[in-house]
C-alpha cells in the first residue's frame, strides 16, 4: 500500500515563527502537493513539485515555501507564520501517468498559529 | 477557469436511505473526474473515478456517471451504512501547463449516517 506520512497531527505556534511541515512517501512517486484544508472552501492548491528540486506554485502560494531535496520528501515551511495560516495542511503524492490521475493523501497535519 | 461545485452539507441520513451528492463542474477540455473520502481523522482517498463521458465510476456501493452533456458527476448509494459517515470531495483533474496533471476539489459535503 502507498504510505504517505506528515510528521505531526498537531502543531501549535507562535505569530512570526518559522514553521516547517514533513511529508515523506514511500512508493517513488516523482509528483508531490502540498494542500490546505479550510471549512466552506475545500482543498487548495499551496505548492506542487513533479521532480526532486523543481518546485512550482498551486492556486494560494503566497506565504509559503517549498523544499523537494529528495524524491520522498516535500516540506512545507511558513516562513513567518500568521494567524490567517491557521489551517488543516495536507501532503499528497502521485505517480507520472497519464489519464487518469490518482493521488494519495497523507493524515495531515492541524496547525494552529496564536 | 476549472471549478467544482458541490451540494452544501451537512447531510443527514437515516441507515438504509438513499444517497445523492450532487456534482457540477466547469473545465475548458475534457476532464477526468473522481470522488475522494474523508474519514475523521484520516486523510483522502479515491472513492471512485470516471475519465471520459458516459462512464460509470463504482466502488463500496457507489456510483457516479460522468454526463458531458450536463457536466455532472453525482455520487449515489442505494442503502448507506453508519460506515458511511464522512467528508466527500468531487474533483477533476487536467493536464497542467507543466504536462501533469492538476486536482481541481470542491468544498466538500459532511455525511452523517444516524442508525
Known amino acids: 500500500d502507498v504510505k504517505v506520512t506528515q510528521s505531526s497531527r498537531y502543531l501549535v505556534k507562535r505569530t512570526g515563527e518559522k514553521v516547517f511541515l514533513e511529508c515523506v512517501q514511500d512508493?517513488?512517486?516523482?509528483?508531490m502537493f502540498w494542500y490546505r484544508q479550510d471549512p466552506g472552501l475545500g482543498l487548495r492548491l499551496i505548492y506542487f513539485s513533479y521532480d526532486v528540486k523543481m518546485k512550482e506554485k498551486g492556486d494560494i502560494p503566497e506565504g509559503y515555501s517549498v523544499s523537494r531535496e529528495k524524491k520522498e520528501r516535500f516540506s512545507l515551511i511558513l516562513e513567518s507564520a500568521s494567524t490567517n495560516q491557521t489551517s488543516m495542511y495536507l501532503c499528497?503524492?502521485?505517480?507520472?501517468?497519464?489519464?487518469?490521475?490518482?493521488?494519495?493523501f497523507g493524515p495531515g497535519t492541524r496547525l494552529t498559529v496564536t | 477557469g476549472n471549478s467544482v461545485t458541490q451540494m452544501e452539507g451537512p447531510v443527514t441520513l437515516s441507515e438504509e436511505a438513499f444517497l445523492t451528492i450532487n456534482c457540477t463542474y466547469t473545465a475548458t477540455g475534457y476532464p477526468s473526474l473522481f470522488w475522494y473520502v474523508q474519514y475523521p481523522g484520516e486523510g483522502l482517498q479515491l472513492l471512485l473515478k470516471?475519465?471520459?463521458?458516459?462512464d460509470k465510476g463504482s466502488n463500496k456501493g457507489f456510483e457516479a456517471t460522468y454526463r458531458k452533456e450536463t457536466t455532472s458527476f453525482h455520487l449515489e448509494k442505494g442503502s448507506v451504512q453508519v460506515s458511511d459517515s464522512a467528508v466527500y470531495f468531487c474533483a477533476l483533474s487536467l493536464i497542467s501547463n507543466f504536462g501533469n496533471e492538476k486536482l481541481t476539489f470542491g468544498t466538500g459535503t459532511r455525511l452523517t449516517i444516524i442508525p
Open positions: 499528497a503524492s502521485g505517480p507520472d501517468i497519464v489519464l487518469p490521475y490518482e493521488q494519495y
Open positions: 470516471a475519465t471520459k463521458a458516459d
Open positions: 512508493m517513488d512517486h516523482e509528483n
